[in-house]
C-alpha cells in the first residue's frame, strides 16, 4: 500500500529530471547552403541549386530571345542573384541585329572575384534563348550551373581570379561574347588562363568534354573518374576547327585563349556532328535545342532522373576547377 500512495511523487520527480535534459537524437541539418572546398561534400546541394535557376529561367521567365522582355527579364533575375550571393555585378550593354534587321540592346552580365593570383578564370553561358521552347536546356541548364558555382566559390579564396558572365545574343551570331572579348586589351587577353564555356548541358546523351588540349584539360579528366562522374572525351571535337565555332568559346579561341566547353550531347547519332542529343523517337528527330521539346517538364518526363545527373556532374567538376586547379 505504501508504494502505491508514493508511486506519483516518484513519477513526477523522474519527469522532471527528464526534461532537465536535452532530447538525444541526431543534429538537425542546417537550412542555409555552406560551400565546401571539397567537391564531394557539397555537389547534390549544388545541383539542387542550379535546377532553382533552371527553373526560374525556362518555366517561370520562358523563352529568352534577345531584344525582348523575356531576356531583360533573364537579365534582371541574373543581376538579382549574383548580387544576393555579395557579387558586384557589372552589365555590359550593346547593340546587335535582331532578326527584324533592326538595331535592338543586349546586355552581358558580369559578376568577378579576386583570388590568389591575378590571373583569370572565365566562366560563361549564355542565357538568350530562341523562341521555340522555354530555353531550359539551351541555355538555362549552363546558366544555372554557372549560378550555382559562383554561389559556393563566393567565399572561398580561389587559386585564380574568376570572372563569371552570362552573354546576352547568342543565339542571334554570338554577339555577346564577341562583344566582350573586342572589348579586352592584350594584358587582358594575356591574364586570361582559360574561358570555360557551359552550353545546353541537360538532355544528351553522353556528358562531353571539348577544348584546347593541355594540363586543364586532363586534370578535369582525371578529376572526373574517381568521383564517378562519367564525362566523355569527345575527340571528334576539333578546337582549331573554325566549323565548330558555334557557341561562345569561339571569339575567346580566336583571341588566342585557351578554352574548356562542357555540352550534353552524342556525337555517335545523326552525322556525327554533335547537333543530335538523344534517339531520333526523341524531341525533333533527336534534338531538343531549338525545338518547342526544350521544355523542363518534357526534359523530367522523357529522361527521368538525367537532369539532376547531369546538374550534379558540371557543377561538381565545374566548382573542383574554380577551387582546386593550380
Not at 535582331?98 to 538595331?103: A, H, L, W
Not at 556532328?273 to 523517337?281: H, K, N, P, S
Not at 521539346?293 to 522523357?302: C, G, P, V
Request: hydrophobic share 40%.
Amino acid at each position: 500500500m505504501k508504494l502505491v500512495k508514493t508511486l506519483p511523487l516518484f513519477l513526477i520527480l523522474v519527469c522532471l529530471l527528464a526534461c532537465s535534459f536535452p532530447a538525444a537524437g541526431p543534429a538537425r541539418t542546417p537550412a542555409v547552403f555552406t560551400p565546401q572546398r571539397t567537391a564531394t561534400a557539397v555537389y547534390f546541394n549544388g545541383a539542387q541549386r542550379a535546377r532553382q535557376h533552371l527553373q526560374a529561367l525556362s518555366q517561370q521567365i520562358g523563352a529568352r530571345v534577345a531584344g525582348t522582355d523575356g531576356a531583360k527579364k533573364a537579365a534582371a533575375y541574373i543581376s538579382a542573384q549574383f548580387e544576393q550571393m555579395g557579387y558586384k555585378t557589372e552589365r555590359q550593354v550593346f547593340d546587335f541585329i535582331n532578326e527584324d534587321g533592326r538595331s535592338a540592346p543586349a546586355e552581358n552580365i558580369i559578376a568577378c572575384k579576386t583570388g590568389g593570383s591575378p590571373r583569370e578564370i572565365i566562366v560563361g553561358a549564355h542565357y538568350d534563348s530562341v523562341d521555340a521552347g522555354q530555353g531550359a536546356d539551351d541555355n538555362a541548364s549552363g546558366v544555372a550551373v554557372l549560378l550555382a558555382a559562383a554561389e559556393a566559390v563566393k567565399d572561398l579564396q580561389t587559386p585564380y581570379s574568376l570572372c563569371f558572365i552570362t552573354f546576352d545574343a547568342e543565339e542571334t551570331g554570338l554577339k555577346g561574347s564577341e562583344n566582350y572579348v573586342d572589348r579586352m586589351d592584350v594584358n587582358a587577353v594575356n591574364n586570361t588562363l582559360v574561358m570555360i564555356n557551359l552550353d545546353s548541358l541537360a538532355v544528351g546523351n553522353q556528358c562531353n568534354l571539348y577544348g584546347t588540349p593541355g594540363a586543364l584539360h586532363d586534370w578535369v579528366l582525371a578529376q572526373a573518374q574517381p568521383a564517378g562522374l562519367t564525362l566523355h572525351d569527345e575527340t571528334r571535337f576539333d578546337p582549331k576547327d573554325p566549323a565548330n565555332d558555334f557557341s561562345d568559346h569561339a571569339a575567346f579561341r580566336r583571341a588566342g585563349i585557351d578554352f574548356l566547353y562542357f555540352e550534353a550531347s552524342d556525337w555517335s547519332l545523326g552525322e556525327q556532328d554533335g547537333y543530335t542529343q538523344v534517339d531520333e523517337q526523341f524531341g525533333e528527330a533527336g534534338k531538343i535545342w531549338h525545338t518547342p521539346y526544350d521544355r523542363l517538364d518534357y526534359i523530367d518526363a522523357t529522361f527521368p532522373g538525367r537532369l539532376d545527373d547531369h546538374l550534379h556532374l558540371y557543377t561538381t567538376l565545374l566548382i573542383d576547377i574554380l577551387t582546386n586547379y593550380r
